[in-house]
């Protein structure tokens, strides 16, 4: 994604993940606080031509090629962005989708032990997160995957954590409306909708 950046459609209907996600909590998450850094991150950038032909995850990565006065500004709605994109890309309707792959299954088993395991350990993660974040699984490129927390808008470091493999949103916009404080069942419940590759 590049400058001037859309809001991306749903890769499914508003009502397709009903009922683990509701259709009230999809609307406002994705219409709304989705569309919302979208605008911010265009209203920033417009401000530097220089940074208009920069990707997405560019932006992310350079932090200390950004102009400094708009630096923390940038990396939030960029990383606003650039996770709630991957978050609508990594929920589905398709049960078939959220079972792991036979080599990423294979890498789970041996890093986790089990996929049971690897839900319990993420779960746990995700409930650790202080105010609001997301929980990562990464694979970094010496193959090695990651449960990985990030507070606010962060993106784990790729050069770290490698590239993101599903992520979850635990702000309480992305349940509050359905789950109100009960960050646990919504946790469990988007395992039903939660695509691996
Ligand atoms: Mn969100």
Redesign the pocket.
């Known amino acids: 994604m590049k400058y001037l950046f859309e809001l991306p459609a749903l890769p499914y209907e508003i009502d397709a993940l009903e009922p683990f996600i509701d259709s009230e909590t999809m609307y406002y ?1 994705h219409e709304k ?2 569309k919302t850094y979208i605008d911010n991150l265009n209203a920033l950038i417009s401000k530097y031509p220089s940074l208009q032909s920069q990707t997405l995850e560019w932006l992310i990565d350079n932090p200390n090629k950004l102009p400094v006065h708009d630096r923390e500004a940038i990396l939030f709605n960029a990383g606003g962005v650039y ?2 994109n991957l ?1 609508f890309n990594v929920l589905t309707p398709n049960v078939e989708e959220t079972k792991p792959s036979a080599e990423l299954m294979q890498a789970i088993n041996r890093d986790f032990g089990s996929f049971e395991n690897f839900k319990q350990r993420f779960i746990n993660s995700a409930l650790k997160v202080n105010g609001s974040g997301y929980t990562f699984l990464t694979l970094a490129e010496d193959g090695i995957l990651h449960i990985v927390n990030t507070s606010n808008q962060d993106v784990p470091p790729f050069n770290v954590f490698g590239v993101p493999v599903v992520l979850v ?1 635990v ?1 309480e ?2 349940y509050y409306l359905k789950y109100k404080n009960l960050r646990k069942e919504y946790l469990t419940n988007i395992f039903n909708v939660l695509k691996f590759p």
């Open positions: 998450h606080h989705f996770n709630h978050f949103d702000w916009h992305a």
